[in-house]
């Protein structure tokens, strides 16, 4: 999905690529090949927008492929989050794992997946990303349930278990997991020995869950920034219009015609 002329895809390879993970392996399903295509070079293109004295369209087109080195494995089946993270095991070679999920935005003037990696260098295990949501909207998230007596108003939170969509009511915090996870190596054997769930998908959240009860450690860096969520139709719209605001060639046109625009509807 491209916010204004970019695709959300590359926004997280970015995001990726300025906390220094280098090599970015993307998990296609069947046919999704022109993902790949768009982080490849394209040299008749390329040699056209030369020929052309072109050099902001020729910078624009590299600079999705030059952010990593790029690796990528095909899920034949959907099978789940957990089954498209266990594709990974070889890429990752027996390190931590970071796993980004482009409908989750993270604006690049804000701070988490930085973070994330250091809380995972300094204390191992698994690493989350979270946001404190209004207790009406947790049922939408994965939930996560803090250690006793754990500051929830803290930076960095100590987890105990993790609960999926639960009703408002019954939730154990408001703080619900964001796409961006650090895993360790572990999660590969864990996956092995996570059971399909409904719709005969294999839930990453179950086997996090799981190595959380073997006592594995498990940290949630709750985020205050600023998140899109392009999942969502409405939050999408508004991720555009946010980000479209801030671009570098249309921003100042596009603030003031929607000033105009919106002055119209009152």
């Given at each position: ?25 993307v ?13 490849a ?33 095909e ?12 594709h ?20 690049d ?14 204390r ?17 998230y ?20 993790l609960?999926?969509?639960p ?78 605001g ?14 105009e ?6």
């Open positions: 999905m491209p916010i204004v002329s970019t695709p959300a895809l590359e926004f997280v390879v970015a995001e990726a690529s300025n906390n220094g993970v280098s090599d970015v392996l998990v296609l399903s069947k046919g999704k090949t022109a993902i790949a295509d768009y982080f070079p394209d040299p008749d293109l390329e040699s056209a927008l030369q020929e052309k004295g072109d050099e902001a369209g020729l910078a624009s087109i590299r600079r999705a492929g030059q952010l990593a080195t790029f690796h990528y494995v899920q034949l089946e959907p099978r789940g989050l957990g089954d498209a993270v266990a990974g095991q070889q890429f990752s070679a027996g390190e931590p794992l970071v796993v980004l999920l482009p409908d989750d935005l993270i604006d003037t804000d701070e988490l997946l930085g973070t994330m990696i250091d809380v995972q260098a300094e191992g295990g698994i690493v989350l990303g979270l946001i404190d949501v209004p207790r009406a909207e947790i049922r939408k994965g939930c996560a349930v803090p250690a006793p007596g754990a500051d929830l108003s803290a930076d960095v939170v100590a987890l105990v278990d609960v999926e969509k009703d408002p009511q019954d939730a154990p915090s408001t703080l619900a997991l964001i796409g961006r996870y650090v895993l360790p190596p572990e999660i590969f054997d864990a996956l092995r020995g996570t059971k399909p769930g409904a719709g005969g998908e294999i839930q990453l959240t179950d086997a996090m869950r799981q190595l959380a009860h073997d006592g594995v450690p498990v940290h949630g860096v709750v985020f205050r920034g600023r998140r899109y969520d392009t999942g969502d139709r409405l939050e999408y719209v508004k991720a555009v219009v946010q980000l479209a801030r671009h570098p060639e249309i921003g100042r046109d596009f603030t003031a015609w929607l000033r625009y919106v002055s119209g509807l009152a």
